[in-house]
């Protein structure tokens, strides 16, 4: 059975390691980018697709509400689950992100029990490394 | 006599316009600088409370990486020392029926997942990185700002003609403001949770 593949798109390298070493350990395989320009570029050469996008939402080129909006607006990634990673906590940021089309909203720091969870609940790991 | 009070009354009369003249071309100076060094001083406290924030939560993630760096080395020389004695053991030829042996192991197997455990916890708290980096950028995009609008004030006083802007080669990150290190967020994320349960979908 092949693994599930997670994009992680954030231009902080510190995140982006620490979220692909969280999923990694999990049973993922992980696909960094840093920022919204960078993912879209490279979910367009990966064989096959993407089983979940973690994203942050302050990033240069583009940003993380209109990442999720060009792969909401994408047939092939319509129905991908999106996961904001954001250090903004406020309302206006959370229903932006939800109306964009995230399924849900993670706060930063995080810790990564709680960072698998909500990956656990729309993808299974297949085999916890 | 008259003529040269007349004559010294006109001139007085010419420097006080040419005066009144010079005071209102500083009063519109002074009208076009005071709402930038109002703006700048108003970002000087922003700034220095951020950067002392930054100070402030390095310094608390440093300690607590420190604290779990003991901890996982008086682990580790718990480990060493039980691997030693397991070693005796097994040369003396006592490994049967000795209870302490298994005490030995259980040791060793707690102190190996405690360990795997904090190095955890230290990968964790090395977000502060991503924090305080967005804090510092926070803090260096007011103070270019203010650069800025105080260069402005130089060519608007006549100091300067002409003044160069900030360095356009330096590589700005995205960034919150508001990102705080320093805070417990499983409350928040709770109410994260169910504001975005309660939100509609596009």
């Known amino acids: 059975m092949a693994e599930n593949i997670i994009m992680a798109v954030d231009d902080s390298p510190t995140v982006t390691k620490f979220v692909s070493f969280t999923l990694r350990a999990g049973g993922f395989k992980v696909y960094t980018a840093c920022d919204g320009m960078d993912a879209l570029e490279k979910l367009s050469n990966i064989e096959g697709s993407v089983d979940l996008v973690i994203t942050d939402l302050n990033m240069p080129n583009i940003d993380g509400y209109e990442l999720i909006r060009t792969l909401k607006a994408n047939e092939k990634y319509r129905d991908t689950p999106v996961i904001i990673l954001s250090s903004e906590e ?29 990956v656990g609940k729309y993808l299974k790991a297949k085999q916890p490394v | 006599m008259s003529i040269k009070n007349t004559e010294i009354t006109g001139q007085i009369r010419k420097e006080l316009e040419e005066l009144t003249a010079s005071i209102g071309k500083m009063m519109d100076v002074f009208r076009q600088i005071r709402q930038p060094i109002q703006e700048s001083s108003d970002k000087v406290p922003t700034t220095t409370k951020q950067l002392e924030r930054v100070t402030q939560q390095t310094e608390q993630a440093t300690q607590k990486m420190l604290d779990i760096v003991e901890s996982i080395t008086n682990r580790e020389s718990d480990i060493i020392k039980a691997v030693g004695q397991l070693k005796k053991t097994i040369q003396e030829g006592g490994v049967a029926n000795n209870s302490g042996i298994e005490k030995l192991f259980s040791d060793i197997q707690a102190n190996a997942d405690a360990n795997l455990n904090d190095t955890m916890v230290i990968m964790e708290a090395l977000q502060f990185q991503d924090i305080t980096s967005q804090q510092i950028e926070h803090a260096v995009s007011q103070l270019e700002d203010i650069d800025t609008k105080l260069k402005a004030l130089l060519v608007t006083t006549g100091a300067k003609k002409d003044v160069s802007l900030a360095d356009p080669v330096r590589k700005s990150r995205a960034f919150d403001p508001n990102a705080n290190y320093a805070v417990d967020h499983t409350t928040h994320q709770q109410d994260v949770d169910e504001l975005i349960s309660n939100i509609r979908k596009p």
């Open chain 1, 90 to 118: 406020n309302e206006e940021d959370i229903e932006r992100g939800k109306q964009a089309g995230a399924s849900s909203y993670l706060i930063k720091p995080f810790k990564p029990d709680v960072l698998l969870t909500e």
